[in-house]
């Protein structure tokens, strides 16, 4: 059962350290989610550990309280409460991190990925908010808690980069209301969108050259997919955070129903981004199989490799959902 803002509260009221984790590879939500609650957590006088096991990405440095994300240190971090932030399994935190922290008792979750089990002592998973950062702001001004600056912008983006910028099907009045108060509260909108998506790298523009060279358009039309091999990944000096977002180029591609997006990882492994546009194809069941999760409309995995049997296994499967709805 989902713990309430006020349990989750009684735990922020008597707890006077904590760390604030989420998931590797961290976008927009997983990022924004940890300043704005931590400087929040600070500014109620408590002692806080921003960490994340990969680090600040290159495309969030921009955000105020960004240089307080830290790698996990060598030895175990010594704090009262542990709080995972949109982060659907335990694993995605990170092997350093989960030995940082994994002797403390207490544990918050607080998600948005239906595919969350549960794993804190306290869990909040609502998997009809369109990012933990609007759960997070619901958290704060319902508890009366502190929003600094930091918190304020930190919510803004942590929403606006998980919903395409407002876009996506899970936006709703309520992130529009958000929205609202946090211009009132002095959020500066033109000037953090300038930031989050008019200020990317050049190899960013010729990683898009490359990937649309390997684009191909299937079943009818209804399903597109691209690839991005390590060889891409060495020659062009790309970082994770290159490709955030590249999906929606061919996710808006008109007659498109289910957009992929396969990527070589060092190890072997194969990470792969799915969106759908049709709730009857839901992504998160078809990651599902493969060990994956996240949301209804876009969902993730990482399986084995190589490449083209990644592709080919998990192309059958979203074919026999097409199939299905047509029947």
Known sequence: MNATFQEI???????????????VRPDGDAIGSQIALGFALEAMGKTVHLINEDGLPDNLAFMA???????PSAGPIEVDVVIALDTATKPRLGDKALAAVGHVERWINIDHHKSNPGYGDLNHIDDGSPATGQILYNLITDLGLPMPPE??????????????????????????????????????????????????PMRRVELMRSLLN??????????????????????????????????????????????LFFEELDGGKIRVSM?????????????????????ALAAGIRMP?????????????????LSQIES
């Open 275 to 295: 969106r759908s546009k049709d709730r009857r194809i839901d992504a998160c069941e078809v990651c599902q199989q493969f060990g994956g999760g996240g949301h």
């Open 65 to 71: 309280g960004a240089e307080r994300i830290e790698t």
């Open 305 to 321: 490799g190589p490449i083209e049997e990644a592709r080919k296994k998990v192309l059958e499967v979203v074919d026999a959902k």
């Open 151 to 200: 918190t304020r912008d930190a919510i803004y983006v942590a929403v606006s980069t998980d919903t395409g910028s407002f876009q996506y099907a899970g936006t709703t009045s309520a992130t529009y209301e958000m929205a609202a108060d946090l211009v009132r509260r002095g959020l500066e909108v033109g000037k953090i969108n300038a930031l989050i998506y008019d200020n990317h």
């Open 214 to 259: 390997t684009l191909e358009v299937g079943s009818g039309g209804r399903v597109a997919h691209w690839q991005l091999t390590m060889d891409t990944v060495r020659s062009l000096g790309l970082k994770p955070e290159d490709s955030e977002g590249l999906i929606d180029i061919i996710r808006a591609i008109q007659g498109v129903t289910v957009a």
């Open 9 to 23: 509260g009684g735990w922020l009221e008597e707890g006077e350290s904590f760390a604030l984790l989420s998931h």
